[in-house]
């Protein structure tokens, strides 16, 4: 508990709920609520930083607009809220890619874990092991992501772009840079799917804080027109630790990490291929992904 919980919680609420209804009246193509993402709230309890559920408002209040929404959570932790939220809806269909529930909490989002009743097989989770780098993340969104979304033809997205699966955050164990959230960006902006982006976790303040400015600059169309890196230094850009904008530095891949992330995500990749496809027409059989799903069109505007 802290002073202003309640004010803190639903001004997030208010913020979610107002992205969802501009995007149902079509006033605009991308909504950006950073102040959200408390995707761990309960209907009954609180829980992991998180008291009330501004994505799951957000996601219930386009549904009932009429939307088939996706929920995609790429925030490092699992989107356990949401997924209880909608486990036997299928109006909105949850998509959680995180870090596995055997080294993170809340210790759950599992590949068997893919909805019951009404909702079963519209309820997705993709484990990551420890030390998953952008390379390897990025295949397994092309391979798992990109199928479900072509195949479930959402009205509307909501995005999770927690920024703690970035190496160094002091609570989880991934190794992604912010070119990983610049590129899961890029390839939804491409569908042309009104898309409402909100913030999550991140709890390394300054590789957050660049990752969520790069994400502003992607949503806008900009990112190759400004640096907005000139003038900032201090906590934007952690004064003399990153001086080079606001993309991250490459990091280097060990083999050790290779062979430790590659069988693992693979099995995953290949367990939500096998439960998840066959309820939405995809084939489920070894390598059945196949090439990402194409990606039409120019980038959705702000």
Same mark, same amino acid.
């Given at each position: /508990?802290?002073?202003?919980l309640?004010?803190?919680?639903?001004?997030?609420c208010?913020?979610?709920l107002?992205?969802?209804e501009? !995007?149902? =009246?079509?006033?605009?193509?991308?909504a950006?609520h950073?102040?959200?993402?408390?995707?761990?709230?309960?209907?009954e309890?609180a829980a992991?930083?998180?008291?009330?559920?501004?994505?799951?408002l957000?996601c219930?209040? !386009?549904a009932?607009?009429?939307?088939?929404? *996706?929920?995609?959570?790429?925030d490092?932790?699992?989107?356990d809220?949401?997924?209880?939220?909608f %486990?036997?809806?299928?109006?909105?269909?949850?998509?959680?890619?995180?870090?596995?529930g055997?080294?993170?909490?809340?210790w759950?989002?599992?590949?068997?874990?893919?909805?019951?009743?009404d909702?079963?097989?519209?309820?997705?989770?993709?484990?990551?092991?420890?030390g998953?780098y952008?390379?390897a993340f990025?295949?397994?969104f092309?391979?798992?992501?990109?199928? *479900?979304?072509?195949? %479930? =033809?959402?009205?509307?997205?909501? &995005?999770?772009?927690? /920024?703690?699966?970035?190496?160094?955050?002091?609570l989880?164990h991934l190794? +992604?840079?912010?070119?990983?959230?610049?590129?899961?960006?890029?390839?939804?902006?491409?569908?042309?799917?009104? &898309? !409402?982006?909100?913030?999550?976790?991140? %709890?390394h303040?300054?590789n957050?804080?660049?990752? $969520?400015? +790069?994400? $502003?600059?992607?949503?806008a169309?900009?990112?190759?027109?400004?640096? *907005?890196s000139?003038?900032?230094?201090?906590?934007m850009?952690?004064?003399t630790? $990153?001086?080079g904008?606001l993309?991250?530095h490459?990091?280097?891949?060990?083999?050790e990490?290779?062979?430790?992330?590659?069988?693992?995500?693979r099995?995953?990749?290949?367990a939500?291929?096998?439960?998840?496809?066959?309820?939405?027409?995809?084939?489920?059989?070894?390598?059945a992904s196949?090439?990402?799903?194409?990606?039409?069109?120019?980038?959705?505007?702000?």
């Amino acid at each position: /508990m802290f002073k202003d919980l309640l004010p803190y919680a639903t001004w997030a609420c208010g913020a979610a709920l107002t992205a969802a209804e501009r !995007l149902l =009246a079509g006033e605009v193509d991308v909504a950006f609520h950073l102040l959200g993402g408390f995707h761990h709230a309960m209907a009954e309890r609180a829980a992991g930083f998180c008291y009330l559920n501004d994505v799951a408002l957000a996601c219930l209040r !386009l549904a009932e607009g009429g939307k088939r929404v *996706l929920y995609l959570d790429v925030d490092a932790h699992h989107g356990d809220g949401v997924q209880a939220a909608f %486990y036997r809806r299928r109006d909105v269909f949850t998509i959680s890619l995180h870090e596995s529930g055997h080294t993170l909490f809340p210790w759950g989002g599992f590949e068997d874990e893919i909805g019951e009743g009404d909702g079963l097989g519209f309820n997705a989770n993709l484990s990551l092991p420890a030390g998953t780098y952008n390379e390897a993340f990025l295949d397994a969104f092309d391979r798992v992501v990109l199928p *479900l979304l072509a195949a %479930y =033809a959402p009205d509307v997205i909501v &995005l999770e772009l927690g /920024m703690d699966a970035l190496a160094g955050d002091p609570l989880t164990h991934l190794s +992604l840079t912010n070119h990983a959230h610049e590129a899961v960006l890029e390839r939804l902006l491409r569908r042309n799917i009104p &898309l !409402l982006v909100a913030g999550g976790g991140g %709890y390394h303040v300054e590789n957050t804080v660049r990752g $969520w400015a +790069l994400a $502003w600059q992607v949503c806008a169309g900009e990112q190759n027109e400004h640096d *907005l890196s000139l003038g900032m230094g201090g906590v934007m850009l952690g004064s003399t630790e $990153w001086a080079g904008g606001l993309r991250d530095h490459d990091r280097p891949v060990t083999p050790e990490q290779r062979r430790t992330v590659e069988p693992a995500l693979r099995a995953s990749v290949d367990a939500v291929i096998r439960n998840v496809f066959p309820h939405h027409g995809l084939p489920s059989g070894a390598g059945a992904s196949g090439p990402a799903a194409s990606e039409p069109g120019p980038a959705a505007t702000l």
